[in-house]
């Protein structure tokens, strides 16, 4: 895929794919937040993966064609947030899945942020460094929880930057 948006997102980082992998720490605080990771919808490799979930979906397997079930972490694929995105909040909503921690990149002015504004979310303080790649990501990340524990998210997550509550 050599779209607009991933030429975009890879142009500074030296990593030409949208294949970039959760950094270990990170995906270290969502075992500890989740305790067991029940699916990870945007799996790069299955033989060997960069997050211990019981259950995967790939590229190949299409993580958009099937439902998600309890405890749901999501790194996807950035260009194409305005599908996952919106899937991920439908998982939840629809009450397929129990739990979700999205870590996405920060872009308020799109209609897929929409899907997902009435949740909180931490905004990461740093541009976080991605799988192997040379230099850290062209964006500011952001941590978005679906779920009814919004103190064990903040304990967990609050290291990473603010934490925003949506008003209602």
């Not at 209609?111 to 850290?136: C, D, E, H, L």
């Amino acid at each position: 895929m050599k779209s607009t948006a991933l030429k975009a997102l890879t142009a500074t980082t030296g990593n030409r794919t949208d294949k970039w992998n959760t950094p270990t720490d990170f995906v270290g605080d969502v075992v500890k937040f989740f305790g067991t990771i029940d699916l990870d919808p945007c799996c790069n490799d299955v033989d060997n993966p960069n997050v211990p979930a019981l259950n995967y979906y790939t590229e190949e397997t299409n993580g958009l064609a099937h439902d998600w079930h309890g405890k749901v972490f999501m790194n996807h694929p950035y260009s194409n947030s305005k599908e996952w995105v919106p899937y991920a909040a439908l998982q939840y909503e629809s009450g397929n899945a129990d739990e979700l921690v999205l870590l996405i990149k920060v872009d308020v002015s799109t209609k897929w942020w929409q899907s997902i504004s009435k949740y909180p979310w931490v905004a990461v303080n740093t541009r976080m460094k991605f799988g192997t790649s040379k230099g850290a990501a062209p964006f500011q990340s952001g941590i978005i929880y679906l779920g009814n524990d919004i103190n064990r998210f903040k304990k967990v997550f609050g290291k990473y930057g603010q934490l925003y509550q949506p008003v209602e």
